[in-house]
Nanobody
Framework: VQLQASGGGLVQAGGSLRLSCAAS????????MGWFRQAPGKEREFVAG????????DYADSVKGRFTISRDNAKNTLYLQMNSLKPEDTAVYYC?????????????????WGQGTQVTVSS
């Protein structure tokens, strides 16, 4: 399994970005996926997760109401729509695939990781 995250960039506070994560292999549609982020000097943290069907999602409190996770199993692609961005959202964002169908928020539950895409929000 290989995961390729893209869509990061520099945006002003209040702006929007959509991240994508393209997955190789035949396991994407049967496994839960997640987005995590890591700011400089901080630990990597859970941002959002989605189950294998796309019907169940979970979010960190800090992004609820602003970010939306979704997936297209026909295209083996995961998305993160980020609206109303804040400077504190600045981080490298990683997509990850779990070896099970249901969402988990712990990093150790995910088996495969993408390379990360930088999101920078200016004030």
């Amino acid at each position: 399994v290989q995961l390729q995250a893209s869509g990061g960039g520099l945006v002003q506070a209040g702006g929007s970005l959509r991240l994508s994560c393209a997955a190789s292999g035949r396991t994407f549609s049967s496994n839960a996926m997640g987005w995590f982020r890591q700011a400089p000097g901080k630990e990597r943290e859970f941002v959002a997760g989605i189950d294998w069907t796309g019907r169940r999602t979970d979010y960190a409190d800090s992004v609820k109401g602003r970010f939306t996770i979704s997936r297209d199993n026909a295209k083996n692609t995961l998305y993160l729509q980020m609206n109303s961005l804040k400077p504190e959202d600045t981080a490298v964002y990683y997509c990850a695939q779990r070896g099970r169908q249901y969402i988990a928020i712990e990093l150790r539950e995910y088996d495969y990781w993408g390379q990360g895409t930088q999101v920078t929000v200016s004030s």
